[in-house]
């Protein structure tokens, strides 16, 4: 089998319109020029799809962390697994959240992905500690949440192309 096959077989990617896709705004560098595959789905695309695709991902990644946050907040209600209720939504809420993350892996670099995913929930479950659970504030605290929060906007400013 060709190396285009195994990428179809692999991927679920056709070959596009050659040279409209990049192989940077495809799977994080992975998929070779003119190759498309969009959350296991294939089909020819345009330069203007892949932009798209790229934004969806991202889109994507923000339901992701969502989940994420919320099957936190209900690990927190679950009493170390002994409220039922809280305990079936923490496990459905963080398998649905690495469900669709896995689905941002298919258009968006790991490295930057999963940075995103993990810092803006830490930052995000931190902020609802210190609102809803009245957890403490120290000076440092809000100096390393904002690094985070930093750190995921320069991810996003250095990764536009993908």
């Not at 490295?111 to 609102?131: D, E, K, M, R």
Request: one cysteine or more.
């Amino acid at each position: 089998m060709s190396g285009a096959g195994v990428l179809q077989r692999m991927f679920g990617m056709v070959q596009a319109v050659p040279g409209a896709c990049h192989s940077r705004h495809v799977a994080g560098g992975i998929a070779p020029e003119g190759w498309i595959g969009h959350f296991g789905r294939a089909f020819v695309a345009t330069t203007f799809m892949c932009r798209i695709f790229a934004m969806l991902a991202w889109v994507y990644l923000m339901g992701a962390i969502g989940l994420e946050v919320i099957g936190t907040v209900s690990l927190k209600f679950s009493n170390g697994f002994t409220d039922l209720k809280f305990s079936v939504l923490t496990l459905v809420m963080y398998g649905l959240s690495f469900w669709v993350l896995a689905l941002t892996l298919k258009v968006l670099p790991i490295s930057t992905a999963y940075a995103v995913w993990s810092g803006l929930g830490t930052a995000a479950v931190a902020i609802i500690g210190l609102v809803f659970f009245k957890e403490p504030m120290t000076a440092l605290k809000g100096v390393f949440l904002l690094m985070i929060i930093g750190g995921v906007v320069g991810l996003k400013a250095i990764s536009s192309e993908s």
